[in-house]
């Protein structure tokens, strides 16, 4: 057990000692460990568009190779501790990779983006197994920076320190360490919709949504539709409808006709389309010779897909004057969905959690480190 995992369980002990604060926040919100579809689907969305470069590649030759080489070219985005990871062989070695959906505030005159999605990946390619995590974007953690060192949301982490913080802030939170990264933004997500012709949605609901840019309303009828990139986005972001649970429904929903339609032969062909969609809108840290050999991993080995959904509770927290509603994570799963991410990169073994099964047994106890510890803070209902 690592000097991190003995601290949270000495607090979970603590936390369990103190019963009354704790017990009342029992089932409040809670989303139980589980295979959800819908961050597969996102993760395999994603995948696709590496796909492709090597479909396009077989389909239609060397200068259309030269084409993906020159996207991933332009997409490499280094960080400074980038040296560290070139020694790992991702045909063999296993990898972590988090990928952020960006919300480009800069469209709206806001002066920073922050990340509305936001995936953490572990790829085995000795046992071909892929794991996925979502992390809550309104989870309650220490943010470092430059200019900023404290606790906030962790989708603040970009807008306070960009992709540096970012990756700090994941991980201290989930104590594993982060290879790669991938960031696509909205506007990419739109382009890619749009270069795919649309997608077919049955829309449940009436729906008026301002736009990603802010700048003007989309007007969704119920009943089935071909929805345009601007369309899909507002139908799979809108939160005012709903609740986060039919939320990541409709994500699922979305991302499964955006994958059925870039599968399809008609849209190999826009393979180029697709990366000129991508273009500026996509960066990485992994160079492209090894973004090439994942996807040709990926196509040549029978990859299994284990997806892991944090238990949380929601919270009322004014520091400042102004009431923010966050999440806190509870411990049991903080800790469990830490653990399979090192198992599958080498750096912990098995235990009679992997051997048996584990349920969560979680009572409502939040890890501290994601808990104000300061007493301002109100339990939702």
Do not use: C
Request: no cysteine; glycine share 8%; hydrophobic share 35%.
């Amino acid at each position: 057990m690592s000097a991190k995992s003995s601290k949270r369980k000495n607090a979970y002990e603590r936390d369990s000692l103190q019963g009354g604060n704790h017990t009342r926040r029992r089932n409040r919100r809670q989303q139980k460990i589980a295979r959800t579809s819908w961050v597969v689907k996102l993760t395999k969305f994603l995948t696709i568009v590496l796909l492709l470069v090597i479909l396009g590649v077989i389909g239609y030759g060397v200068k259309m190779l030269t084409d993906a080489n020159q996207f991933l070219n332009n997409s490499y985005q280094p960080r400074k501790n980038s040296q560290v990871n070139d020694k790992i062989d991702v045909q063999k070695d296993p990898i972590s990779i988090l990928v952020l959906g960006l919300d480009d505030d800069d469209k709206r005159n806001l002066g920073s983006a922050r990340t509305d999605s936001m995936l953490l990946l572990s790829v085995n390619p000795q046992t071909e197994d892929i794991n996925i995590t979502s992390i809550p974007r309104d989870t309650y953690t220490q943010i470092n920076s430059k200019d900023y060192n404290g606790k906030d949301k962790i989708n603040a982490a970009f807008a306070y320190g960009g992709i540096d913080s970012t990756i700090d802030a994941v991980e201290n939170l989930v104590d594993v360490p982060i290879n790669y990264y991938v960031t696509v933004d909205f506007q990419a997500f739109e382009k890619i919709v749009d270069e795919l012709g649309g997608v077919d949605i049955d829309v449940p609901f009436t729906l008026t949504e301002q736009n990603a840019q802010g700048k003007k309303v989309v007007n969704l009828k119920k009943g089935h539709h071909t929805l345009s990139g601007e369309e899909a986005l507002a139908f799979a972001r809108t939160r005012y409808i709903d609740n986060d649970v039919e939320r990541g429904k409709r994500q699922q929903q979305v991302f499964e006709a955006i994958a059925k339609k870039a599968m399809s032969m008609g849209s190999i062909a826009k393979y180029k389309g697709l990366l000129e969609a991508l273009d500026g809108h996509f960066q990485t840290d992994m160079p492209s010779d090894r973004i090439l050999s994942v996807a040709q991993s990926g196509l040549t080995k029978d990859y299994k897909f284990h997806s892991y959904v944090f238990s949380w509770m929601g919270f009322d927290y004014a520091p400042y004057g102004e009431t923010m509603s966050m999440v806190g994570l509870h411990q049991d799963s903080l800790e469990y969905i830490s653990h399979k991410f090192k198992v599958s990169l080498g750096l912990e073994g098995k235990d009679e959690r992997d051997e048996h099964g584990y349920k969560f047994e979680s009572n409502g106890i939040v890890a501290p480190e994601t808990y104000p510890q300061d007493g301002m803070a109100i339990d939702q209902p």
